[in-house]
């Protein structure tokens, strides 16, 4: 194992097994200053809170993650401003190709817009990327693009509506003990 993949292996699993049981939001957000790529202004990490290649992250700003989200950095992860993950969800950018022999792993950069809803226990899967404005609905396992504006549900999600407000608004998401 070369020196980076230690460091790395050592900061998440800092992150996932100490840091993020914390009980207070300000200590969380201070680490994840220093691990992530890009930690915008007022974010919102609940306990719990998951990730593999946190220098691999890009937050906008007021994005919430709350308890029990797990993001996956691996490939290229960027979140935008205004966008709230409910708990338990899965974010992939790493996949493995089940047509050939050794499973051999790969990974696609992922972009989850701004001003998005993604319900609870849903997955984006590696590959699947979700525009602005889109809503994914609670257990809904994401496999293609989730189009600007679109409310998605489902295994394997398909579009059912077009949400109807999609003026932009900032999320203040700031629970008491969470
Ligand atoms: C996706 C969602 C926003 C849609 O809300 P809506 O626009 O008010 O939609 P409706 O309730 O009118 O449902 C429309 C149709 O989609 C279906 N549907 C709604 N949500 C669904 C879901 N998560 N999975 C599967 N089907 C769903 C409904 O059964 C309905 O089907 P029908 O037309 O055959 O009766 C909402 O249902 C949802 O999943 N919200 C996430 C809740 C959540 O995660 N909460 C915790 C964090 S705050």
């Known amino acids: 194992m070369n020196i980076k993949c230690l460091i790395g292996t050592i900061i998440e699993f800092c992150w996932n097994n100490v840091i993020t049981f914390v009980p207070s939001r300000k200590v969380r957000c201070f680490f994840a200053h220093v691990c992530f790529a890009k930690f915008g202004k007022n974010c919102f990490l609940g306990i719990g809170f998951k990730v ?69 226990c849903s997955q984006i899967l590696v590959g699947a990327d979700v525009e602005d404005f889109a809503v994914v609905g609670a257990g809904a396992i994401v496999t293609k693009t989730v189009g600007h504006g679109e409310i998605w549900v489902g295994n394997p999600a398909k579009k059912i509506a077009n949400r109807r407000c999609t003026e932009h608004y900032q999320l203040d998401y700031r629970p008491f003990l969470k």
């Open 52 to 120: 593999k290649a946190p220098w691999k992250v890009h937050l906008g700003d007021r994005v919430a993650l709350n308890s029990g989200v797990f993001i996956d950095g691996r490939g290229g992860l960027t979140i935008c401003s205004d966008t709230d993950i409910a708990t338990g969800t899965l974010i992939w950018t790493m996949g493995h190709d089940p047509h050939s022999a050794g499973n051999p792993s790969y990974t696609s950069q992922k972009m989850i817009g701004k001003n998005c809803w993604i319900g609870a």
